[in-house]
Every structure is written in C-alpha cells, then in structure tokens.
C-alpha cells in the first residue's frame, strides 16, 4: 500500500467490528495541489480509509486466512465534512453480511462527532490456490501479520491475539509499504 490510510487500529472485535485513526500530516505530498490554499484529505483517501479498515477486519476473520481482499462495489456513498492537517480521523467498520467470499460492511469515518464519509462496502475474499507463486497466500498471510500488529501492537486485545512464542516488531512505519 502506497498510501496506508489506517495509522493504528483502537478496537477490535475479531470477526464483527474495528475501530481506526488516521491523523492527517502536512507535508503530505498530495496536499499541495489539494488546494493550495485550503488542504483537505481528497475524498478517495477518506473512502480508502474505509476500504483499508474493511480489509484488516477481514483479513483478522479467522487469523489472516483471506490473504487477497479485492473491493467490488462501493454504495451509498455520502461525504459530509473536510479533513484538514493535523486532525484526526476516525474510521469504524461493521461486518453487516457474509455470503460465502463476499463480506458486506458498513462503514464511516469521522472527526470528532461529525461524519467525512459513509459506505456499504462489499469485499471479496480471494486465494490463490498456489503456494508456488511469489507472493502466495501465506507470504501475504505472514506480511498482513506484521502489518496488523504494526498497527495495534501495544493493546491487550493485541497481545491475546499473538500466537505462542510470536514476537512482531513494529519494523514499519505508518506510511511503508
């Protein structure tokens, strides 16, 4: 991810709900032209935000098991309020329906207690079926793992998820990869 739109994840509920933030840097290479004179987070980074939320709580359910979560469709989409440097966004997902590979969530961001963005979103679980090629299921398996626990590494509800004997450093910054 190029642009990782998730700094750390607050909660979690394994399986049903996750909880994110995002704080908004200035130096933010995009903010320059998104305006010059007034720099807002663009409105597809905020929906990225979600999507990237939806992803992790995904890949969580069961134990990183969807290496390849692809969006399908993104609907009833409203924006509602700007985001600008140095605030903090948080985003909130719920796992409404699974139907096989497809999980329905919905989703919002917010500052403080007004809304940026809201979706239904509905995510496909892939798998490639074929541990023999770069990047295999349990290469992304392993990858989503240190990614995760980069983010919510200093909770308890972190902690209990770690398998035996599992030590994740937090090698990553919020902005790698």
């Avoid at 995002?22 to 905020?46: K, S």
């Avoid at 134990?63 to 309020?81: C, I, P, T, Y």
């Avoid at 917010?110 to 809304?115: E, I, L, M, N």
């Avoid at 793992?145 to 509800?157: G, I, V, Y």
Wanted: charged letters at 25%; glycine letters at 6%; aromatic letters at 6%.
């Amino acid at each position: 991810m190029k642009y990782r739109q998730i700094d750390r994840i607050t909660e979690l509920t394994p399986g049903q709900r996750l909880v994110g933030e995002r704080t908004l840097a200035a130096n933010e290479e995009y903010l320059a032209d998104h305006f010059p004179r007034f720099p807002v987070m663009p409105g597809v980074m905020m929906l990225e935000a979600l999507h990237q939320a939806a992803v992790w709580l995904i890949r969580m359910s069961p134990d990183f098991d969807s290496a390849l979560v692809l969006l399908r469709e993104a609907k009833s989409v409203k924006f509602g309020d700007f985001l600008s440097p140095g605030e903090t966004l948080t985003v909130e997902v719920e796992i409404f329906k699974r139907d096989g590979a497809l999980t329905i969530v919905k989703a919002k961001a917010r500052k403080g207690d007004r809304t940026t963005v809201s979706a239904r979103l509905v995510l496909e679980s892939c798998s490639s079926g074929d541990p023999e090629h770069l990047g295999t299921d349990a290469d992304v398996q392993r990858l989503s793992r240190e990614q995760f626990f980069s983010l919510f590494s200093d909770s308890p509800a972190a902690m209990a998820l770690r398998r035996p004997g599992e030590n994740i450093s937090p090698t990553m910054t919020p902005h790698s990869v």
